[in-house]
């Protein structure tokens, strides 16, 4: 199949695994660039087998690596080497996301395949970064979250700060590394030459933190956690409702708030001078959020959403996955894409985001099976089949037909 999408006929070269690297890949996938994903034979991307598995395979794997071609080669091996130089020599992106010096070692870093190619654009994401004293320690999204500032901010006053059940560390790395990457190609268009983008995961939290730092340097302020309060903004908050769930309301815009207290019968506090900006609520904020507390108390989550939407003011309930699933919303938005995976099996995956209205991203090929396009890819590079065969018979690449 043909890509499309704004990105086509970019060639990217994945050799991340798991979830930074792989994600950021994934994302110029859904639009069309041509995703060749490295994984060691036999085993794979580690990422397969986490989480639930449906067949042996997981089923998050059916969207980290759609759109993506598989190339299975045991990169300790120098002929596996030399195949992802070629590739690369015929690539406009590289990613990866192993500890610094790896690439290095096998004779792959950014002096050797920009030599090679000096169009190239690399992403090298880690844990701390290719340069400092941390550069070498071994680094997750746990640690990153937490060293970026965002665990200390994740708790309920007095008790352990804990984790966003989701590898939120890693995606906000990828993240920023898509952007690093399509700000390279721009200005590769002037220049002619690529460039190597440095994502370090703790950075990445770090530059969403907003104004923990500089609150610091000008106050010697060192924001606690504000359970489900937002630090600084009132009123905004969870309060619980009648029916034993929890509505989330955001009045803290200088008219909503007007409109918010008129919807609970608390004109009184519409009018109160000290209360018109933000700095005067927030000094009041318990109050507030009793006043609150004490209307959606009365009243089912349902009926407080449905008041407080006729009002304009901004309100939601928390969300699980079976509510998402069921939410009109999201099917409108194209955001529970339905697909049926090469086994013959259907499942539901998100969408893709975000939106371009004349060159959309989609879903244009299932997540491949290990190795799956081996030997189409290397015979693209320039091996015959001979060689490929060869290859195979010493272990150096694999292939497979199947998707899982």
């Known amino acids: 199949m043909s890509p499309t999408g704004p990105l086509a006929g970019l060639k990217v070269l994945e050799m991340g695994q798991l979830i930074a690297g792989p994600f950021a890949a994934k994302t110029l996938a859904d639009f069309g660039a041509d995703v060749i994903k490295i994984e060691p034979p036999g085993t794979g991307d580690p990422l397969r087998k986490w989480r639930l598995l449906k067949d042996g395979t997981s089923v998050w794997w059916q969207v980290q690596s759609r759109n993506k071609r598989s190339v299975a080669l045991d990169l300790k091996d120098r002929e596996a080497q030399a195949i992802v130089r070629r590739l690369a020599a015929e690539s406009d992106v590289l990613i990866e996301n192993f500890r610094p010096g790896a690439m290095e070692g096998w004779g792959l870093g950014p002096e050797a395949l920009l030599e090679i190619n000096p169009r190239l654009v690399m992403l090298r994401v880690?844990?701390?970064?290719?340069?400092?004293?941390?550069?070498?320690?071994?680094?997750?999204?746990?640690?990153?979250?937490?060293?970026?500032?965002?665990?200390?901010?994740?708790?309920?006053?007095?008790?352990?700060?804990?984790?966003?059940?989701?590898?939120?560390?890693?995606?906000?790395?990828?993240?920023?590394?898509?952007?690093?990457?399509?700000?390279?190609?721009?200005?590769?268009?002037?220049?002619?030459?690529?460039?190597?983008?440095?994502?370090?995961?703790?950075?990445?939290?770090?530059?969403?933190?907003?104004?923990?730092?500089?609150?610091?340097?000008?106050?010697?302020?060192?924001?606690?956690a504000a359970s489900s309060a937002l630090p600084g903004i009132a009123p905004s908050n969870a309060y619980l409702c009648r029916d034993g769930g929890y509505a989330l309301i955001a009045g803290n815009g200088d008219s909503i708030f007007r409109r918010l207290m008129a919807v609970i019968d608390r004109a009184d506090l519409a009018a109160d001078p000290q209360l018109a900006d933000n700095a005067g609520r927030f000094a009041r904020v318990a109050e507030l959020d009793a006043a609150i507390g004490a209307w959606t108390a009365q009243r089912s989550v349902a009926e407080v959403l449905a008041t407080?939407?006729?009002?304009?003011?901004?309100?939601?309930?928390i969300y699980t996955v079976a509510d998402i699933a069921a939410d009109p919303h999201y099917q409108a938005r194209g955001m529970l894409q339905p697909i049926t995976t090469d086994d013959g099996a259907s499942l539901l995956v998100p969408g893709v985001v975000p939106k371009l209205s004349r060159t959309p991203g989609g879903h244009q090929r299932n997540a491949p099976g290990i190795g799956q396009d081996t030997d189409a890819v290397l015979a693209e590079i320039g091996l015959t089949r001979e060689q490929i065969a060869e290859l195979k018979r010493r272990g150096v690449v694999a292939s497979t037909g199947n998707a899982t």
Not at 308 to 317: I, N
């Open 126 to 224: 880690s844990g701390y970064g290719q340069t400092g004293p941390y550069r070498d320690r071994p680094g997750f999204g746990v640690v990153a979250e937490a060293m970026g500032g965002l665990r200390h901010l994740t708790a309920e006053p007095g008790r352990v700060p804990v984790r966003v059940g989701i590898s939120l560390g890693d995606t906000l790395a990828a993240l920023h590394g898509v952007i690093g990457i399509l700000m390279a190609l721009q200005e590769r268009q002037h220049s002619g030459r690529g460039q190597v983008i440095d994502v370090a995961l703790y950075e990445a939290v770090f530059n969403c933190m907003e104004s923990l730092l500089p609150e610091y340097s000008a106050f010697a302020a060192v924001r606690g």
């Open 308 to 317: 407080l939407d006729q009002a304009s003011v901004p309100a939601g309930k």
